[in-house]
């Protein structure tokens, strides 16, 4: 189990992460998720050894490893261009991290094979790094970072080098080869799409903070607070004041369309007379041309002001009365719809009682 | 394409031209030289003769044959080698943590350590070795200090002046910015990525060192090797200045030829296996560069 406690970074005034806490499990996939100088690269530099924080500690299974220097940490890094060594070959560059282990030649020898085994690149241990495809590096530079059991392994944005196809590709693979080594993997990126398709647990970090920390699905539909609603996935922001609360829901006034009635969330701090935003996803968010009474618990009219055809689904800007654009999505495979809307068309938005999130300013 | 390679060609020419007209020709020329007889004041004899209408070739093998009448030529040339293997070896020790302090120092620093390398060029060669001869004699700072020290020992006086100690060190002295420049050349495109790499795969610092600076910069050692080998294989200012009879080089004995005993075309002989010896080091040196680039 890892810990971080309090650390907090300054460079000169510059408060690059602000008493950070996160509690990271054995054999988690844990992602460190922000956008870009949100002090992510700097939280894992300090994890891996190779700056130290200003105050705070970081524990490994109780123990601090402040002290510790990077080489004595057992950790492991996989660094944004893979940092192969370019004057060994693969096989060479896979049994360093065993050679400075003192390990035995013989054994070397087995375990480097095997490594390759495990990223399917069986016969490229006599490769120099630079006949090697960007792909093929990466799993090269896991392999290297595997092979002598690391307690954890920190992924600084390794993908980002590689074209959509491959990602892809790679997110499975890794996916897959956690799951088999059972090793934690901490693992940075500032794209929250990637985020979700691979973590158990997402720490998302804004201006050296962390914000919210949760599972993918959780984050998702429940965020706590308007800019992780906004930073994961696409979502529909409407400001408002809350007006009254009963049990299980409230009401908001939304600011120049009326009042709506929303599900709330236990101990989400809803007090009437405070300012809050309603984060409702585009996919529960209908829109039709004739009125569907009951169903949804709000209804509001509108035009729509753009379309973008995805193939999949299409998703419609829709301006509302107070000037504002929600998006909805329709899946193209919906059945029974007659019609595609067009541009300039009158709509009826609406959702459930229970399709928004609220979150308190 | 046709085109391509039509331009490239041109491009090379410049290089080409200089490479005949500075090597290949003055090479070719001596080569002929060494096989010619010397003049009666110095310089060449004619090498053919026309007389009552009759052309004939005036050409000797002596000069070659001369070579090989006395051991003491092959032994100055395995001398001369040495000394030049034994200046670069110290100029790497020398040059080698220079180079590698100054590529780790912050950018601004970088530039003006980098001034400070190359400034003595800035000064006359011969003034830089007189300087030397001032440290070197008897009387000089660097003398007296050393015989302080060996007096501590009871050891008596030495003189440095005149001696092979004092040729070495003013050799290392010239030609050490000739190893700092392509290594740090080589060092400070090194990616530190890859130290951070090696640190987090477990190697403390003087392994990062060994297992990933040192081989990286390979190519950088065999090129200053070649910038030092050469010119110090054909110096003779320093041992002439500096150095004691038993100190003098290959470049001595080829100078002395051309000036004091006016016999060119020997001379010209000795220029040739020099020339050829120095040539094979660029070769070797090139290669193992190469090799290491690919590599690297
Ligand atoms: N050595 C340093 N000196 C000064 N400022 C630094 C230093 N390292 C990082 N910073 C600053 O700290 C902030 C966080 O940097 P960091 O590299 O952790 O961001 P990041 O979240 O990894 O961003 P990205 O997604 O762009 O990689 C940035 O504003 C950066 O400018
Ligand atoms: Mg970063």
């Known amino acids: 189990m890892l810990e971080i406690k309090d650390v907090s970074r300054r460079f000169d005034s510059f408060v690059a992460l602000d008493r950070v806490n996160l509690t990271i499990a054995a054999g988690e996939f844990f992602t460190l998720l922000g956008p870009s100088g949100c002090g992510k690269t700097t939280l894992l530099r300090m994890i891996a050894g190779f700056d130290q924080p200003d105050d705070g500690d970081i524990l490994l299974d109780g123990r601090s490893l402040i002290a510790t220097p990077p080489e004595q940490r057992p950790l492991h890094t996989i660094f944004q261009n893979y940092a192969l060594f370019p004057h060994m070959t693969v096989a060479e560059n896979i049994a360093f991290p065993l050679r400075m282990a003192g390990c035995a030649r013989e054994e070397i020898a087995g375990r480097v094979a095997r490594a390759l085994e495990d990223v399917r690149l069986p016969d490229k241990g006599r490769h120099y790094p630079d006949a090697l495809s960007g792909g093929q590096k990466q799993r090269i530079a896991i392999a290297r970072a595997l092979v002598n059991r690391p307690r954890l392994l920190l992924l600084d944005e390794p993908l980002s080098a590689l074209d959509a196809k491959l990602r892809e590709q790679m997110q499975l693979e890794l996916i897959t080869l956690q799951k088999e080594v059972g090793i934690t993997f901490i693992y940075v990126t500032h794209d929250q799409g990637e985020a979700l398709a691979l973590s158990h647990r997402i720490a998302v970090m804004n201006g050296g903070h962390i914000v919210q920390v949760d599972e993918p699905s959780r984050l998702y539909g429940f965020p706590n607070s308007r800019f992780v609603a906004d930073f994961i996935g696409h979502c529909n922001l409407l400001g408002g004041v809350v007006t009254a609360v009963q049990t299980g829901d409230a009401t908001v006034e939304l600011d120049g369309l009326g009042t709506v009635q929303t599900v709330i969330q236990p101990a989400a701090g809803v007090a009437v007379g405070r300012r809050c935003t309603l984060t409702l996803r585009p996919e529960k968010t209908h829109i039709s041309t004739t009125l569907t009474p009951g169903e949804e618990a709000a209804h509001f009219r509108g035009v729509v002001h753009d379309m973008l055809y995805l193939g999949d689904v299409t998703v419609y800007k829709v301006e509302l009365a107070n000037g504002m654009i929600v998006e909805a999505l329709l899946a193209n495979s919906a059945p029974g719809r007659a019609r595609f809307f067009e541009v300039g068309d009158a709509v009826e938005v609406a959702w459930r009682l229970d399709a928004g999130h609220l979150v308190m300013e | ?296």
Not at chain 2, 275 to 288: I, K
Request: with cysteine; net charge positive.
């Open chain 2, 1 to 296: 394409m046709r085109r391509k390679t039509w331009r490239r060609q041109l491009l090379t020419l410049p290089p080409t031209g200089y490479l005949l007209l500075f090597f290949a020709v003055p090479s070719i020329i001596m080569l002929f030289a060494s096989f010619r007889y010397a003049g009666e004041y110095g310089g060449l004899a004619p090498w053919y003769y026309y007389e009552a209408g009759e052309f004939s070739l005036d050409l000797t093998l002596e000069n070659w044959q001369r070579l090989f009448e006395s051991e003491i030529y092959l032994l100055l040339f395995l001398k001369s080698i040495g000394y030049a293997l034994l200046t670069s070896l110290l100029c790497i020790l020398l040059g080698y943590p220079l180079a590698l302090m100054i590529a780790r120092r912050p950018k601004r620093q970088r530039d003006l350590l980098l001034l400070l390398v190359i400034l003595p060029f800035w000064s006359n060669f011969l003034v830089r070795i007189y300087a030397w001869m001032i440290i070197f004699s008897p009387a000089g700072a660097l003398t007296q200090m050393v015989n302080g020290l060996l007096g501590l020992f009871g050891l008596g006086p030495v003189t440095l002046m005149y001696s092979t100690t004092a040729v070495i060190v003013t050799l290392v002295y010239v030609h050490l910015p000739f190893m700092v420049l392509p290594l740090y050349a080589n060092l400070e495109k090194q990616s530190p990525a890859l130290l951070d790499a090696a640190q987090d795969l477990g190697a403390n610092s003087w392994r990062r060192f060994w297992h990933v600076t040192w081989p990286l910069s390979l190519p950088g050692i065999y090129a200053g090797s070649i910038l030092v080998f050469i010119p110090v294989l054909g110096m003779f200012a320093i041992p002439d200045l500096l150095g004691g009879t038993d100190s003098i080089m290959i470049a001595n004995v080829i100078k002395q030829q051309f000036v004091e005993s006016r016999d060119w075309p020997f001379g010209s002989v000795l220029s040739m296996v020099m020339t050829v010896a120095a040539v094979l080091v660029v070769l070797l040196g090139a290669r193992l560069a190469r090799q290491g680039v690919a590599r690297g």
